[in-house]
């Protein structure tokens, strides 16, 4: 086969929702777009972790504790289903590791952001999952096989995420005026990073059409971002909280609610680097890769002295 | 940004000395645990089915880990792992003529045979 019917063979597969796997033959720029794209998504799960666990040891009940503690081994394990689908395209674990501890490759910035009380917890299970499974539901039909694999399995563990978080809301909310206040103050300090989380507006995000065609997109940053408003409304409506935008309103004709002007500086400011806790997490992601090298070297060396050892009785009794 | 890129030419992962990087190759992958296909049989009756894979220094921890990431709901009674290594794949560049034998023998299903709609267990 040509290189031209090798492509026309890919875009057929496209065109017909066919999934390609590991072994066909795609496009480089597919393939390096799929890569940066699977990678950016498992650094976020793992450096998702971080927000989280600063409240395990101060989670206000048993049951609170083990709750928090399963969402977040469950963040860990899909940042694995997603490091090994990204590894089927030809990149290696260390390679893609070394590019988040480099600042070269990024997360989702509302990573960035400090958990400062209990309700925080609740304003991210609720609204950052919230928003991460309007994203990622779509993505269990992308054309790349073990990506949609990854994503089902993802998705499937997410909705306990979601739930868990607006229960903490939901006690909170109906709680003293002092635990009312906490989940208000949480709401109000996540909404906006919150729905940043689908990223620049369409007409600033350049890559949206290539990737649609390529159906590793499937819906715009502007329409999940709307789907979620619609949703989240409601939800926050149901607990007595007030979604902190003076400029949101129920647009009849639309079938939509209209919402405020977002912040892209605050954005690109945190993308850049510069948000309240960038430094610190980068750090303690690195430091947690340093500080386990030598339990990683010590497995390995214990592996073959141990196959070694097997081979050496063989031998002697073969002898 | 530069990626290393390994062309895949074995299983689904690339053989890494074999393939040769598409975009440089002195990344060094010495000190990475090897990679473990995970097949899990969800109940008994059942067979092992792939579910994805890990990283593992050897079968026993990767069998532990499987059990931590593929298995936190119940959904296996039974784990295989398989060093990625070891899976020996067949070419999708070749499906075609590989496959072509099964293409013109429909006599093999029972919906071939046209009989008698009065006929009864059959
Ligand atoms: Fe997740
Ligand atoms: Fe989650």
Known sequence: MTVHSFQQHFDEKIDNDVAIEPRDWMPDDYRKTLIRQISQHAHSEIVGMLPEGNWITRAPSLRRKAVLLAKVQDEGGHGLYLYSAAETLGITRDEMYDQLHTGKAKYSSIFNYPTLTWADMGAIGWLVDGAAIMNQVPLCRTSYGPYARAMVRVCKEESFHQRQGYEIMMALANGTDVQKKLAQDALNRWWWPSIMMFGPPDDNSPNTAQSMRWRIKRFTNDELRQKFIDVTVEQAKLIGLTIPDPDLKWNEERGHYDYGTIDWNEFWDVVKGNGPCNKERLETRKKAWEEGAWVRDAALAYSKKRKARKENKKDNLAA | ?122
């Open chain 2, 1 to 122: 940004m530069n990626q290393f890129i390994n062309k895949n030419l074995y299983g689904d992962y690339g053989d890494k000395e074999q393939a040769g990087g598409a975009e440089g190759s002195n990344h060094n992958t010495a000190a990475e645990w090897p990679l473990w296909e995970v097949f899990i049989r969800s109940k008994a009756g059942l067979d092992h089915k792939h579910v994805g894979s890990l990283h593992a220094a050897d079968a026993e921890m990767a069998i532990e880990n499987a059990r931590d990431v593929y298995t936190r709901r119940l959904e296996g009674i039974s784990i295989w792992v398989v060093e990625s290594k070891y899976i020996h794949a067949s070419d999708p560049a070749t499906a075609d003529s590989m496959y072509e034998p099964a293409n013109d023998k429909v006599y093999r299903h029972p919906t071939f045979y046209n009989l008698p709609d009065e006929l009864t267990h059959m």
